[in-house]
């Protein structure tokens, strides 16, 4: 199986369980494991990290993965400026086979997220892993009403690469080249009536991730440049404290365009929510210079929005 269906398969399998509020019994036993003294305290980007290995054969050193926390902790510190909350608390148990899953995340109170851990698993695994900072992105924004599920999850979707790419843990054309492969399942199909009400798997993951790539693409425009989807999210997380409070989503989206000046968010929420949208992706990803050619992700820096797919991934100042 090739690394873009991989990844689709994936996500399918995260979609029954990421950001998770309705498992009290799941979210207790994580709270329960974590607040304990065999409890390992993580510091990255201002904030406290709980992190509990629960008992059980992993082949990786229990180093590489207090080191693995860190760096995918890192990464979301990157793209947020700060890490998300104040404190989370994170459970890795071993599961059978060599690969990342079974990532769930609560809010209310302290966050906590449960991550399985394939028993061998070794470096490469961790540092191709996406899940983990899948999980930790979705700390940043506030708890929605389920008919919003497709915003969180989007956002998560999108910011992973884009975080990993910023902290240096992946190339440009890794985020482009996925994005390009997969961004099509977020297209609506027939009978479809707009992300608030239909929420299929390719909708609620990658519809959520195409309206945040139009969402960081138009900001862009619309600002020259100086502003774009990183800068909304940021104030969105910085007044709302993150997953540990529910806001409603317009809230959100205003406190988003405020910080960049504009009514981006909002006019695009109001053109997706309720109705059927099929924006032109060839026409993005020609503007955007990117292709694919021979299995190859190549770039066109003379395309017309080239500076606009720099600036998205390229490290804050």
Not at 28 to 57: E, K, T
Not at 185 to 198: A, F, I, M, S, Y
């Amino acid at each position: 199986m090739n690394i873009q269906a991989s990844l689709g398969a994936a996500l399918t399998l995260l979609a029954l369980a990421s950001s998770c509020r309705a498992a009290p019994d799941l979210e207790q036993r994580i709270r329960d494991a974590v607040n304990v003294p065999q409890a390992v305290s993580v510091n990255v980007g201002g904030a406290n990290i709980h992190l509990r290995i629960a008992d059980g054969h992993m082949d990786l050193p229990r180093a590489a993965l207090v080191a693995w926390v860190q760096s995918d902790a890192l990464a979301v510190s990157t793209y947020y400026g700060q890490f998300p909350v104040a404190q989370v608390g994170v459970l890795l148990t071993p599961v059978s086979g060599d690969g990342i899953s079974q990532g769930v995340t609560f809010g209310s109170g302290m966050p906590v997220m449960r991550v399985g851990v394939g028993a061998n698993s070794d470096a490469e695994t961790l540092s191709k892993d996406w899940v983990l900072v899948h999980e930790m992105v979705h700390l940043a924004f506030p708890l929605m009403p389920r008919r919003h599920h497709w915003v969180e999850e989007g956002i998560a979707t999108y910011v992973e690469p884009i975080a990993r790419a910023q902290a240096g843990q992946l190339s440009e054309a890794k985020v482009w080249g996925d994005m390009l492969l997969n961004l099509h399942h977020g297209l609506p199909e027939e009978g479809d009536q707009g992300l608030d009400v239909t929420h299929t798997w390719g909708r609620t993951y990658w519809g959520g991730a195409m309206f945040c790539l139009l969402a960081d693409v138009r900001l862009r425009e619309a600002t020259a440049n100086r502003f774009g989807l990183q800068d909304a999210l940021r104030a969105i997380n910085h007044e709302s404290g993150g997953m540990q409070n529910e806001w409603p989503l317009l809230k959100a989206l205003q406190v988003g365009d405020a910080a960049t000046g504009t009514q981006v968010l909002q006019t695009l929420y109001g053109e997706m929510a309720n109705k059927p949208v099929t924006p032109d992706l060839a026409g993005l990803w020609r503007d955007l210079g990117v292709r694919l050619e021979d299995g190859h992700i190549l770039f066109d820096d003379k395309a017309r929005l080239a500076e606009v797919r720099k600036a998205i991934t390229r490290r804050p100042g």
